[in-house]
């Protein structure tokens, strides 16, 4: 009975590089949400994906960043031309939907490094 | 201040001694749910509690929740080395389905 995976778990980049963070959810589960944190503070929000769909990205910064969570496979969030703000642990969570939120499972994280 | 907001920040204490920690949020919420991170970790769920309910209890831990104050607390009790971690309250707003979370309190268990 698997939890949330990510992978990997650590990345380190060079700045200008790409970097792309896997989430597999809990088996069953089809909404994803993806959290930033950084260093001594809580979780932030940055998108909530339900397959094949993006349903709130109102936490995604507007250039560089997307994700995806398409119909075979697992969530991706995608940093391009990485630079050293962008280091911080990368939590993805999943949960089975619903009318309301419930709990979220989260995954252990990824945490970028940006050198 | 945002959404979801602890205090202390942080919080040391003797191991046996009960651990309080609250929270504050602004907006109106379906739900409330309480996580503990240990350092470079990711989140464990420990408890939700319901707009709708006013006190949940799982083993050691008891939450409250005080919707006019728009305020819950989190008790540890007969605390534990293993209990030292970082403590964050998230909430969920109604028609929303991300959680915003806070701060956190750091607690520290002393043995």
């Known amino acids: 009975n698997a939890g949330v995976m990510q992978n990997p778990r650590h990345l380190v980049r060079r700045r200008g590089q790409e970097a792309r963070l896997r989430c597999s959810p809990v088996k069953g589960h089809s909404h994803v949400y993806w959290y930033r944190q950084l260093p001594e503070e809580g979780l932030k929000f940055m998108v909530y994906?339900?397959?094949?769909?993006?349903?709130?990205e109102s936490g995604m910064p507007k250039e560089r960043f997307s994700a995806e969570f398409p119909k075979e496979g697992p969530s991706i969030l995608r940093i391009q031309q990485v630079v050293r703000g962008d280091s911080a642990a990368y939590f993805c969570?999943?949960?089975?939907?619903?009318?309301?939120?419930?709990?979220?499972?989260f995954g252990p994280g990824t945490r970028l490094t940006v050198l | 201040s945002q959404q979801g907001e602890e205090d202390p920040q942080a919080l040391s204490i003797q191991e046996g001694e009960n651990a309080t920690m609250n929270c504050s949020y602004k907006t109106s919420i379906n739900n409330l749910q309480w996580y503990r991170q240990n350092s470079g970790r990711g989140l464990v769920h420990l408890i939700l509690i319901r707009s709708n309910e006013r006190e949940k209890h799982s083993g050691r831990l008891r939450v409250t929740l005080d919707t006019s104050k728009k305020s819950s607390s989190l008790l540890i009790t007969a605390s534990r080395a293993a209990d030292t971690a970082s403590y964050f309250c998230a909430t969920d707003a109604r028609g929303a389905q991300k959680l915003v979370f806070g701060q956190g309190t750091r607690l520290t268990i002393n043995p």
């Open positions: 994906l339900q397959k094949e769909n993006i349903i709130d």
């Open positions: 969570a999943s949960s089975p939907g619903g009318a309301s939120v419930r709990e979220q499972f």
